[in-house]
């Protein structure tokens, strides 16, 4: 089993940009699925992104709107979230775990990581 760490995550004011890092603990290469979660205090757990470990493959929820984008270096055994165009309504602890596809609910995700606050001002 894959360990994930996130981080990256910060103060930021509405309009600004970040990058969360999810560092794996073995080869991304071999993890078929990474995606990015967040939830916000009394709110659920959402999907943000996926990235497949096959063939690259993304997927966004629609609230992201173009503004973020998921990648991986898998030389570096990293999955990143570039987060542009920030709202308030952003604001969330943000998670990266894996899976055996994207396309399979929150909870399939396992190898949970301790999270990263992410807090956008107005």
């Known amino acids: 089993e894959v360990t994930l760490v996130e981080s990256g995550g910060g103060l930021v004011q509405a309009g600004g940009s970040l990058r969360l890092s999810c560092a794996a603990s073995r080869r991304i290469f071999d993890v078929p699925a990474i995606g990015w979660f967040r939830q916000a205090p009394g709110k659920e757990r959402e999907g943000v992104s996926c990235?497949?470990?096959?063939?690259?493959?993304?997927y966004y929820a629609d609230f992201v709107e173009g503004r973020f984008t998921i990648s991986r270096d898998n030389d570096k055994n990293m999955v990143y979230l570039q987060m542009n165009s920030l709202k308030p309504e952003d604001t969330a602890v943000y998670y990266c775990?894996?899976?055996?596809?994207?396309?399979?609910?929150?909870?399939?995700?396992?190898?949970w990581g301790p999270g990263t606050q992410v807090t956008v001002s107005s």
């Open positions: 990235i497949s470990g096959s063939d690259g493959s993304t």
């Open positions: 775990a894996a899976a055996l596809r994207c396309a399979v609910p929150p909870e399939v995700f396992n190898s």
